[in-house]
């Protein structure tokens, strides 16, 4: 009873089961657990990718900080290649603008909530200093100009407010529409589509209106000076540097460019994409020209940059940038269409000769950067890690400390695949500063994509950067007749898109499951391989109580006798096999989904194909796809299962070892009383509705083949109970032979089966929807949860299976997780041995022992042999997760064997890279004691268990979620110990220690969550994760107290001390006649003294929680109080540096002063009164 106590003790809060009668005495209180709850703290760290629905940009040419606003309101901030910002408007409002308050370190976003906020970005972790509500106008267009604190925002309504940025508060000087239009005029000029100062005078203000009217405002006599009037509608306007000309862009692709004092006429219409008639009449109508940019160079004809204005003839033609210089016209076309584009100069001042040296252009899914001063605009290379999307993630995995040598060598060979043409200047967002991080250890991120490619990332010290890109689909033949068509029924497009990634990062294996039923085993070479015929090996997993012929038949022993399964299947033909001889009616058998390339692949340096395996047609069926996966380099094999079964590869050998349907791998152990499946007629499909059930849920079947399926499913039953059942249809016990209990009665068993033809509809059609959706290709489309529905209804994938649903528990078993260890797989084992651990959606872990042959060239000659162990685990829910620690409570991880170059020019390194069997953290003496010295760790999507062995006691166990289930759950290494953290489908982060399994952290981080973050949720080690938070963007997250403590120094700074560039010369003689913008005093015209105070109701003051004023209404604690000190500390320091400055400059002056005064005391001491 004591160690009852100490164990209680111990783990407070998880049910401990009863010991067994096997004493292990206090090995497992020797173990002492340095994880405590104060180690935890959930938040944050970076975003990568690309911003998801972008739709505002805006630059700032001192810093060269750019920045991108979103749709649902999020911000990304760049700057020089490493250094990016994630920050997010509370509301989720879309950004309609953004406006740089140039070198100041702070920017203004305007949002479809018509509100308009100012950022601190002078901070690493940008904020909110003030917020500024309209209740009464709609916001749409802002302008702020360069150096000036007086915003100005034009409405809907086609008036323009001022607002004052600093105090961010309304100017009551406000320009009525009425008031800027001719009085003559009956009708409304629409909303402010354009505002903006002259450049050589700011007492003019220029303002466009959507239905073509310009007008220019005299701020100080309140009266429009000049009005312009075309008739097509308005959608930019641009400068000349000199303020004498503009430009406006219209609604029928034609440009109009206007002189300042001559607004009767324009003195130049443009249409560049318009077919000019011979007759002189006008061009004819194009598509809208959205934007136009009118920059001017000191040697050479001013550029015209514009987006759209393409004839309404070029069907299908992509959108276009057009770039006017002189009398050339460069059209250069874009993949996505374009949101926004801005023209880089290198004066950040209106009035001087702008001289644009590039084009930054946003588009939906991509950002591109064109350099204007090369011949024929070649695109800058970009940096920054935007190609998460390329083609969409299908799953993804995180790796945090891998060896030092990986990235070294996948950035080798992935630098050679790099694009060529690139602009050879740097990248013009240079803004920025490194954070000074404290990570020193690799961390490498993998991503799968719908297009069968596989993408590796350098996402170290908070940064990420592609490495290696793999292309899956080279191996297959992509000839898609109308011959080939059929063999790729059970998936309509994609057909190669990654669902499952297997890598030992040691011996660099790479193993990738596809969604049709494919599997590929890749070696790592830093060499070229010779060119050779893809290695092809046909699985037949297809489980059948039917006693039906099949060619295969001889494959599937009896589980008993699986020593000689290493030679029961031999490697299968290299050429496709044809449709079976017996399928006259057009039955495929023995097909596989896909084609393998007959021809030579060329295997370039990175990732060579050692071996192709396909599971194949069975007598009509499809394969099901595959739920798990796992690669052993140590043992050199290969395993995957899916809802019919499990198959063991030797990818060394080349040959099938296993190959065994479910109820087959429990043998005469079976816990489940199954029932069998129905008889069928020979032309009927095998596998029962339960089949068809799990080939609907495929990643991307489309709505019309799933509701085919669906109903050819159900009419197959029908007609099956419509015949006669022959005793040769009978159901036979996989193990024994014998017939399974089927009543022979056709009478009785009729209506049963009619019955679970019945229950099976009715859940098929409350799944449908939710399968139709969840395994589309089209992953990166949310599918939130709705808060009124159950969790469990709305069938999440677990772990990366994406066949295997929490609904269909019911109605199927599938394989779900694998695991490889050198451990006791029989309570009677004296010592560890290689063994196979498999987990099921039925919550059963079977054992299976590896007997491998000696190392060398024995390996490659003698069978390696799987035995069935007869150890049986059970827990609550699927098997996710299994794991091993050691006597002392490290993890104990699977042998692997360290990679050597497998392309070596002599034999002697060929032998030299032969596997041996060498676990990599275990000590010599492990394996040789009897006691209890190594814990089993079982994580389902119910519970946790740890398992003593080789006495199997159940010490601990922890029931992790009552009403949700587990989506993802890993053992980590943090802090030199190790835990299990978990994702709940409910949005819960939770950790708990090992062995003992108490609750470390469980927080409510994604209270709606959605199938793209179920798929991609992954833990790692010291304390980092990610998940896929948009279909272009990774979030990571920590869960560690260190890492969210020393966030502040890892994360890089936005804003830098640069001095402003001084402004232009203006010559004596312009600023003798030119007047111009020194001589508009704002503040006199704007502020309250002489503008007066704005209506209250017009618009609401927020504070922000950026300053002290936000965070006095913040909660009372140790937190606030600290932020509270920061944020104070922030703003003294930087008030203290302007007092610096300001008591510098006083001082300075009073010198000068002083200096002038005694020369003026000199000069005039002598003199008499009358002298002056």
Known sequence: MKKFNIRKVLDGLSSVSSSSSSQPGNRDNDIQETLQSEHFQLCKTVRHGFPYQPSAMAFDPVQKILAIGTQNGSLRLFGRPGVECYCQHDNGAAVIQLQFLINEGALVSALADDSIHLWNLRQKRPAILHSLKFNRERITFCHLPFQSKWFYVGTERGNIHIVNVESFTLSGYVIMWNKAIELSSKAHPGPVVHISDNPIDEGKLLIGFESGTVVLWDLKSKKADYR?????????????????????????????????????????????????????????????????????????????????????????????????????????????????????????????????????????????????????????????????????????????????????????????????????????ISGGNWGLGSQSYPEIIITGHADGSVKFWDASAMMLQVLYKLKTAKVFDKSRNKDDKPNTDIVDEDPFAIQILSWCPESRMLCVAGVSAHVIIYKFSKQEGATEVVQLLEVRLQYELNDVESPEGDQVPSLPTPGATSSSQPPAPQSQPSTSSSSSDGIRDNVPCLKVRSTPLKQSAGYQVELVIQLVWVSGEPPQQITSLGVNSSCGLVVFGNSNGLAIVDYLQKTVLLNRGIIELYGSNDPYQRQPRSPRKTRQPSGGMVTVASCMCGLSNLYSESVKKLRTSYLSLCDINEGSTTSEDRCKSPTSGSTSPCNSDDDQKVPNFLERVKTKSRMFSKTIVYDLAKMSRKLSLPTELKPDLDIRDNSFSRSRSSSVTSIDKESQEAITSFQFCETFTRKTDSAAAPSLWVGTTLGTVLVFVLNLPPAGEQRLLQPVIVLPSGTLIRLKGAILRMSFLDSTGALYPPACEPWREPNAPNDKDEKDRLRKRRPVSVSPSASQEISENQYAVICSEKQAKVIALPSQNCIYKHNITETSFVLRADMVQMNNSICLACFCANGHIMTLSLPSLRPLLDVNYLPLTDMRIARTFCFTNNGQALYLVSPTEMQRITYSQDMCENLQEMLGELFTPVETPEAPNRGFFKGLFGGGAQSLDREELFGESVAGKASRSLAQHIPGPGGIEGMKGAASGVVGDLARARIALDERGQKLGELDERTAAMMASAESFSKHAHDMMLKCKDKKWYQF
Not at 393 to 405: G, L, N, S, W
């Open 228 to 428: 312009y009037t075309y008739d097509e509608a308005i959608h930019s306007v641009a400068w000349h540097h000199e303020g004498k000309q503009f430009i406006c862009s219209h609604s029928d692709g034609s440009l109009t460019i206007w002189n300042v004092r001559s607004p009767a006429k324009s003195a130049q219409i443009i249409t560049p994409h318009g077919k000019q008639p011979k007759d002189g009449k006008k061009p004819e109508p194009c598509k809208p020209i959205l934007k136009v940019e009118y920059k001017t160079t000191r040697a050479g004809d001013p550029f015209m940059v514009l987006s759209g204005g393409l004839s309404y003839d070029t069907v299908g033609r992509r959108p276009c940038l057009t770039v006017m210089h002189g009398k050339s016209t460069a059209v250069l076309e874009m993949d996505y269409p374009i949101v926004d584009f801005l023209t880089l100069c290198e004066t950040p001042y209106p009035n001087d000769v702008q001289e644009p040296y590039a084009v930054v252009v946003l588009l939906e899914k991509d950002l591109v950067v064109i350099d204007l001063a090369q011949n024929g605009y070649p695109i800058f290379e970009n940096p920054y890690p935007l190609s998460i999307h390329e083609s969409p993630v299908t799953c993804c995995e995180y790796f945090a400390d891998c060896p030092v040598d990986l990235i070294p060598a996948l950035y080798s060979v992935g630098s050679r695949q790099k694009r060529q043409g690139y602009s050879k200047k740097e990248w013009p």
